[in-house]
């Protein structure tokens, strides 16, 4: 059974105000040894039992695309895992 | 300088109702062969040059427990990565 981990982040130049408020945050509790900060969004699609890699691929690829990022301003990257049961 | 790749998601048990939004908005434009979908949180948090390894890994520790996970509900993992410049 293949799983997908999706992590969908900003491109560069995109403001990232959540990211700026948890390096300030970050600095008020007194951990100032970051340089920058960025967030992003995960996800994890598990697909049925018999799809296969390159099939789980490509749909994968095609959810990300139409649903899972905005690729005005963000970019995606995933990895495809096998896992059992 | 290192990089921490921080993902944070839910433990087991805890509604997930944006995942849940995701899989029925896959299955309606067509996409059904999803057995699952998790979200959760991407963070990368990049170290200042002077830190090693070790104090980078157990500074982003302490940032997770403390600010960016609630280990009431979510857990968390990260991998630490070596990037120049």
Redesign the interface.
Known sequence: ?WKAKV???YKPGILDPE?KT?HQ??TS?G?T???????????????????TRD??ES?AR??CD???SNPVIQKYTFEMTEVSG
């Open positions: 059974m992590v969908v982040t990211a948890i945050a970050l509790l951990y040894d970051f340089k920058n900060v960025e967030t992003g969004k995960y996800f994890q699609l598990t697909f049925k039992e018999k799809m099939q789980a749909v095609e959810a139409k649903l899972l």
